[in-house]
C-alpha cells in the first residue's frame, strides 16, 4: 500500500453511495466480473487498466477514526451475543424460577435469533445498499434496546416467556448487520494489510459476549437449600435490567458518531462500486467455488456456534454442574474470541495461504471433537484436563477459521458486495444452527448426538472447501498499488 506521504492524486467521478467510483456503469462491472471468472487467477496490468480502469490514479488513506468504529461495533456484537445467550449458562436456575421452563424453552431463545436472522437477512442487504450502513447499524442498536426493554416488564407466566421470546426475535433481526457487517467495515474502513485482522477482532468480540454470559451464575445464584425461586427471579431480572441500561448506553454512543465510511478510500478495491445486490445475487449463484466455501463454512462453523449456548447439557452427564461448567465455557469462549485475532494477524502478512491454513485449523478443531466424543461415550476414562482441553481446544481452532472464511469468501466472489457475502455466509450457518437446536425438541433424545454431530460436520466440511478453485481477486488489485 501507498504510504499516506506517496499519494498520487485521484481521478474519479462523485457518486450519491460512495466516494466515487473507477467505474459506475453497471454493465463495466459486471465486465470485470466476467473477465475474473474467465481468468480464474487475477489480472494482468492491461487487465487492470482496461476492465476496472485503474489507470486513473487513485488516492488512499487510512484515519483514526477506524479504530472508533472498530471499538463501536465490537461492542455491539458483544452484546449482541451475551442477549442471544442470556439463559443457557443458568440454566438450572431459569428452570428453577419458571418452573414452566425446560431444555426446549431455553433452546428456542436461541434458535428464535436464528430463524429471525434467516427471515430479515435479505432486506438487510436491501436497506444497507439503499440507506448506507450508519442508518442500519442505529436502527439495529434500537432494536436490541427495544427487545430489551420488553422483557423487564413482568416475570409473570406465561407472559415472560413470551416477552423473553419476542426479545429472542428483535435480537434475531438485529443480528442480521451485527453478524454479516464485519467484512463490509473491514472493507470499507480497512487496509490491505488489516482487514483480516479487523473482521478478526469484531467476530471475537462477537464470540467474546459469551464471557459475559458465562459470569451470569457470579450474579444468579444455582437453586440449592436456602435459595428461593423469588430470590432467583429477582436475581434475573437485575440481569436483564443491566442488559437493558447497556443496549441504551451503546445506541446514544452510535447516534453521537458512527459514519458510513470515511473520506477517502483505505485501499483500490474500496472505491471500486460492487455490483447491486440482483447482479449480485445472480453472480453468487453461478459461482460454484462460492457455493462450495459456504457449505464448508456452514457445516463446519454452525453446530460449534449452536452448542455453546447449550453446552451445559452436554457437560452434566460428565459431572459438570452449572458452576463448573461456567468455568469451561468461560474458557471456551477467551481462547476462541482472542486467538482468531493472533491469527488474523498473521494472515494479514500471508494473505494468499487461506485455505491451506482452514484446512489445518478444521483438521485439529476435528480431532478435539472425536477427542470429546470418545469421553462422552466412556470409551476413554474421563478426567478433567481431557474435558477442558477437548471443549475448549475444539471450539477455539473452530472460531479461528470464521474470519478466515469471510475473507476468503470474499475475495472469490469479488465484485460482488462483502455484506452480500457476509449475509450469506451467516445465513449458512444460522440455518445449520437452527436444525441443530430443533433436535433439542425431540423427545427422550438424550445429549450424546451432539458431539456426533460436530466430529462430522468439522471433519466431513474439509472436502467441500478443497474442491474449490481459490483466486485472490481482491487481493491482487490492491497489491497493485504497492
Known amino acids: 500500500m501507498a504510504s499516506e506521504d506517496e499519494r498520487i492524486p485521484i481521478v474519479r467521478e462523485e457518486i450519491p453511495n460512495g466516494y466515487g467510483s473507477i467505474s459506475t456503469e453497471e454493465g463495466r462491472s459486471s465486465d470485470l466480473c466476467h473477465k475474473q471468472r474467465e481468468s480464474q487467477c487475477g489480472y494482468n496490468n492491461g487487465d487492470i487498466e482496461q476492465n476496472g480502469n485503474l489507470g486513473s490514479p487513485v488516492v488512499t488513506e487510512t484515519t483514526l477514526a477506524r479504530f472508533w468504529i472498530l471499538l463501536v461495533f465490537s461492542v455491539l456484537s458483544w452484546l449482541n451475543c451475551v442477549l442471544w445467550d442470556t439463559f443457557g449458562p443458568i440454566n438450572e436456575s431459569v428452570e428453577a424460577a419458571f418452573p414452566s421452563w425446560g431444555p426446549s424453552t431455553v433452546a428456542m431463545t436461541v434458535n428464535w435469533t436464528t430463524i ?10 436491501l436497506t444497507i445498499q439503499r440507506c448506507g450502513l450508519r442508518t442500519v447499524v442505529i436502527v439495529a442498536a434500537a432494536i436490541l434496546f427495544l427487545g430489551t426493554s420488553l422483557r423487564c416488564i413482568t416475570t409473570k407466566l406465561p407472559w415472560f416467556t413470551v416477552l423473553s421470546d419476542l426479545c429472542s426475535m428483535l435480537v434475531g433481526v438485529a443480528s ?51 435459595v428461593s425461586p423469588e430470590e432467583i427471579r429477582g436475581q434475573i431480572m437485575t440481569l436483564l435490567y443491566i442488559g437493558a441500561g447497556a443496549t441504551g448506553v451503546l445506541l446514544a454512543a452510535i447516534l453521537i458518531y458512527f459514519p458510513s465510511r470515511p473520506p477517502l478510500p483505505p485501499s483500490i478495491t474500496s472505491s471500486i462500486t460492487r455490483l447491486d445486490m440482483k447482479s449480485g445475487v445472480i453472480s453468487l449463484c453461478k459461482n460454484k467455488d462460492f457455493l462450495l466455501i459456504s457449505l464448508a463454512y456452514g457445516i463446519s462453523v454452525g453446530p460449534p456456534i449452536a452448542w455453546i449456548p447449550v453446552l451445559n447439557y452436554s457437560l452434566a452427564p460428565l459431572g459438570f454442574h452449572q458452576d463448573h461448567a461456567m468455568w469451561i465455557g468461560l474458557s471456551s469462549v477467551l481462547t476462541s474470541s482472542l486467538f482468531p485475532v493472533v491469527y488474523g494477524r498473521i494472515m494479514d502478512r500471508f494473505h494468499e495461504h487461506m485455505r491451506t491454513n482452514l484446512v489445518f485449523l478444521m483438521f485439529l478443531s476435528s480431532a478435539c471433537f472425536f477427542w470429546f466424543l470418545l469421553l462422552s461415550y466412556g470409551t476413554i476414562p474421563k478426567s478433567t484436563w481431557q474435558v477442558y482441553v477437548s471443549v475448549v481446544g475444539g471450539l477455539t481452532l473452530n472460531y479461528t477459521t470464521i474470519p478466515l472464511f469471510y475473507e476468503l469468501a470474499a475475495e472469490i466472489a469479488y465484485p460482488v458486495p462483502e455484506i452480500l457475502v457476509s449475509a450469506i455466509l451467516t ?31 468439522s471433519s466431513y466440511s474439509i472436502i467441500p472447501l478443497t474442491l474449490a478453485k481459490i483466486r485472490y481477486i481482491r487481493t491482487k488489485l490492491d497489491l497493485s498499488d504497492t
Not at 458465562?214 to 436456602?226: C, F, I, K, R, S
Open 427 to 457: 445465513a449458512a450457518d444460522n440455518l445449520i444452527s437452527t436444525l441443530f437446536l430443533s433436535v433439542f425438541l425431540v423427545p427422550g433424545i438424550g445429549y450424546n448426538w451432539v458431539t456426533i454431530v460436530l466430529t462430522i460436520c
Open 116 to 125: 429471525m436472522f434467516l427471515i430479515f437477512v435479505a432486506p438487510m442487504c
Open 176 to 226: 442480521t448487520i451485527i453478524l454479516a457487517g464485519p467484512s463490509l467495515i473491514a472493507s470499507e474502513w480497512f487496509p490491505l494489510n488489516e482487514r483480516t485482522t479487523a473482521v478478526a477482532v469484531m467476530m471475537g468480540s462477537s464470540q467474546l459476549g459469551g464471557v459475559g454470559s458465562y459470569l451470569e451464575p457470579l450474579l444468579v445464584q444455582t437453586p440449592g437449600h436456602g
